[in-house]
C-alpha cells in the first residue's frame, strides 16, 4: 500500500542542534545518543513542522531564528496532498516540502511547497501525516472523538454500514429541522411577506397590464399631441407633391416630373442611355403619386381627438404607479407578478409544508434511535474485543498487570431521540461517547487513559492501541518518544517487537535510550554533540554494521569496546532479525 512517508528533515540552529539533516527509515526509525545530546529536538522539529507552538526559547543562543526543513513523500489522491493544493502549494516530484521558522523574537512563518501559508494549515496536515506520542505531547488517541473513530474503524463493517445510513438521515434531519425552524420561527415575517404580495399581485391584476402596452401608449400620446400640427405638415407636403385644387396655377411635383417624362419620352428611341433615364424619371413619378396618395390618407385619418387623448394619458398614469413600484416596464412588472405569484403559493403553503415537515423529522428520529442503536450494539461488542486485545499487548510491555477497558455511554438530552425508554443526545456519529480507560494494577479504579497512567505507562499504552489497531488507522506514521521509559530487559525486547511490528504498516519513529528497542529498527541515527557542545551536520549518523554494533554496545554498558557488550549487541541485532 502506497502511504506518505516523511523522508528527511533538516533541522538548523535549533536548541543544541546547529545545522543538521535527520535521513529517515520507510519503516522502524530508531534515534539514540547519550543524554542531553538532542534527541528529542526531533520530536521538537516534528512538532514544528506540523503546526506546533513557536517557542522563542529554542532559537539557538547568537542565532536569529531556527528553522525546520521537512520532505514528505505524499501519493497523487491522498488527502494530504489534496489540502495542501488547496492553499496554493506544489508537489516536488511527488514529495511535500514543508519549512517551519522561528525568530529569536517569537514571530513564525511557515511554508508548504513553496508558498506561504497560514501555521493552521500545518496543523490540519498533522492530522493526515504524524501521531505524536510523548511524554509531554500526547495526541491522537487522547482525544475522546479520535477513540470513538478508532474503535469504529476496528469495528469494520457491522458500525460502518448502519454509520454511513445514520449520517444520511441525521444531515436530512438536519435540513428539515433547519427548514422548520425557519418556518415556525419567521411566521410573522412570512405572513407580512404574503400580505405585501397579495396586495401587489391585486393591484396589478386591476391595471391588467398587456407586454409592451406602455411602448405603445407613449407612440399614441405623442401623435395625438401633436394632432393638429402632424395634420398641417401632411397637408402641406401632399400640396407640394400633388397640387392645391384651390390654386390650379400653382406648379406641383407630379405636373413637373410628368412633364419631364414626356419630354424625354418622344426621343428615346434615339438614345439607349436617355431611355434609361426616361424609366428612372417614370418611376419617381409613380412612387411620388404614391407617397402623395398615402399622406392624404394619413391627413383624412388623424384624429385630433382630445377624449381620446385623456384616455391615453389615464391609462399611462397607471401603467407608472405599477413602474414605480414593482419594475422599470410593463415588462418587469409582469415577471415581478410571475415570480410573487409563485412565492405566495409557497408562503400560503406553509400550513401544509408544516405538517409534512413535522411528519418527516418524527420519522427521521425514529429511523435516527434505531440506527443508533445497532452502532451502540457494534460498538460495545467492539470495544470488548479491543480492550482485550490492548490489555494482552500491555501484559508485553511491562505493564502485566494493567487492564484497559473501553467505557461506551450515552448522555441524557431532553431534545435527544429515544432509545429503550431513555431519552439521550446524539450528534452526526450516533449516541454514544467513547473513552478509553486504564486501571494500571489490580485495585485501582479504571480511569480516562490521561488520567489514568504515568507518562511512559500512557506511551506504552498508545503503543499497544497503536500495534492492535494497526492497517485501520489512517495516520501512515508514528513518533513516539520514550515510549521505553522506566523498562528493561524482556519487557524492552517486547516494546522493539511491537514496534516492529507496528511499522509494517506505517512509518515508525522512536527516540529511545534502549539497545533492546533500538536493535528491531530498520535503520538507527546517532545523535552526538561535538567538543563545542552543539550538533552539527556530521552529529546525526545513519549507523550500519559495525557503527551500530558500537552504539548499541555503548547503551548496553557504557562501552563501546566492551566484549561481552559487543557480543550481547550483535545477539540483539541477530535476534530482532529473526522477528
Request: proline share 4%; charged share 30%; net charge negative.
Amino acid at each position: 500500500m502506497v502511504r506518505c512517508v516523511l523522508e528527511e528533515m533538516r533541522i538548523r540552529s535549533l536548541g543544541v542542534i546547529d545545522d543538521a539533516v535527520v535521513e529517515l527509515s520507510p519503516g522502524f526509525t530508531a534515534v539514540t545518543g547519550e543524554t542531553g545530546a538532542g534527541k528529542t529536538m526531533v520530536v521538537t522539529s516534528l512538532g514544528l513542522l506540523l503546526g506546533g507552538r513557536a517557542d522563542p526559547a529554542l532559537v539557538r543562543i547568537g542565532a536569529k531564528s531556527a528553522v525546520v526543513e521537512g520532505r514528505v513523500a505524499v501519493p497523487a489522491g491522498a488527502s494530504a496532498a489534496l489540502r495542501a493544493e488547496e492553499a496554493g502549494a506544489e508537489l516536488d516530484e511527488g514529495a511535500l516540502l514543508i519549512s517551519r521558522t522561528v525568530s529569536a523574537e517569537g514571530r513564525s512563518r511557515a511554508h508548504l511547497g513553496g508558498r506561504s501559508v497560514p501555521v493552521g494549515v500545518l496543523a490540519e496536515l498533522a492530522d493526515d501525516l504524524v501521531a505524536v506520542h510523548g511524554q509531554s505531547d500526547q495526541q491522537g488517541l487522547l482525544k475522546p472523538a479520535r477513540q470513538r473513530g478508532a474503535l469504529d474503524r476496528y469495528a469494520g463493517d457491522r458500525v460502518s454500514v448502519p454509520l454511513e445510513k445514520y449520517t444520511a438521515a441525521y444531515r436530512r434531519l438536519r435540513a428539515v429541522t433547519v427548514e422548520l425552524d425557519e418556518i415556525t420561527t419567521r411566521a410573522r415575517e412570512r405572513a407580512q411577506e404574503a400580505d405585501m404580495l397579495r396586495f401587489g399581485l391585486e393591484e396589478i391584476e386591476a391595471v391588467e397590464p398587456r407586454p409592451g402596452e406602455d411602448v405603445e401608449l407613449a407612440a399614441e400620446a405623442e401623435r395625438l399631441g401633436h394632432a393638429e400640427a402632424l395634420a398641417s405638415a401632411a397637408t402641406a407636403a401632399h400640396a407640394a407633391l400633388a397640387g392645391n385644387p384651390e390654386d390650379p396655377e400653382g406648379v406641383d411635383a407630379t405636373t413637373l416630373v410628368g412633364g419631364a417624362h414626356r419630354a424625354l419620352e418622344s426621343v428615346r428611341s434615339h438614345d439607349p442611355a436617355l431611355a434609361d433615364l426616361a424609366d428612372r424619371i417614370g418611376e419617381i413619378g409613380i412612387l411620388v403619386a404614391d407617397v402623395a396618395g398615402e399622406l392624404a390618407g394619413y391627413a383624412d385619418d388623424l384624429d385630433a381627438d382630445p377624449l381620446r387623448l385623456a384616455a391615453v394619458e389615464e391609462r399611462r398614469a397607471a401603467l407608472t404607479q405599477l413602474t414605480r413600484k414593482y419594475g422599470e416596464d410593463v415588462g418587469a412588472v409582469l415577471a415581478w407578478a410571475e415570480q410573487g405569484a409563485a412565492r405566495l403559493a409557497e408562503l400560503d403553503g406553509d400550513d401544509d409544508r408544516l405538517a409534512e415537515l413535522t411528519a418527516e423529522r418524527d420519522a427521521l428520529r425514529a429511523e435516527l434511535a434505531e440506527l443508533a442503536r445497532a452502532l451502540t450494539e457494534a460498538r460495545v461488542e467492539a470495544a470488548s474485543r479491543f480492550a482485550a486485545a490492548v490489555t494482552e499487548e500491555l501484559a508485553s510491555l511491562a505493564m502485566p498487570h494493567a487492564r484497559v477497558t473501553i467505557d461506551v455511554r450515552q448522555t441524557d438530552d431532553p431534545d435527544g431521540v429515544e432509545i429503550d425508554g431513555r431519552t439521550v443526545a446524539y450528534g452526526p456519529a450516533g449516541v454514544d461517547e467513547v473513552e478509553l480507560l486504564l486501571a494500571p494494577h489490580p485495585g485501582a479504579p479504571p480511569r480516562p487513559i490521561a488520567k489514568g497512567a504515568s507518562g511512559g505507562e500512557l506511551s506504552r499504552v498508545m503503543l499497544a492501541v497503536e500495534v492492535v489497531f494497526a492497517g485501520t488507522d489512517p495516520v501512515p506514521t508514528y513518533l513516539f518518544d520514550e515510549v521505553d521509559a522506566g523498562v528493561g530487559g524482556k519487557a524492552a525486547v517486547e516494546i522493539g517487537r511491537r514496534l516492529a511490528k507496528l511499522a509494517k504498516s506505517a512509518q515508525v519513529v522512536v527516540v529511545t535510550h534502549l539497545p533492546q528497542v533500538a536493535a528491531f529498527a530498520d535503520r538507527q541515527l546517532l545523535v552526538e554533540k561535538t567538543n563545542d557542545g552543539s550538533v552539527t551536520r556530521s552529529g546525526v549518523q545513519v549507523l550500519e554494521g559495525e557503527a551500530r554494533v558500537r552504539e548499541l554496545s555503548r547503551m548496553l554498558a557504557g562501552q563501546e569496546d566492551s566484549v561481552t557488550a559487543r557480543a550481547h549487541a550483535e545477539e540483539l541485532l541477530a535476534a530482532a532479525r529473526e522477528g
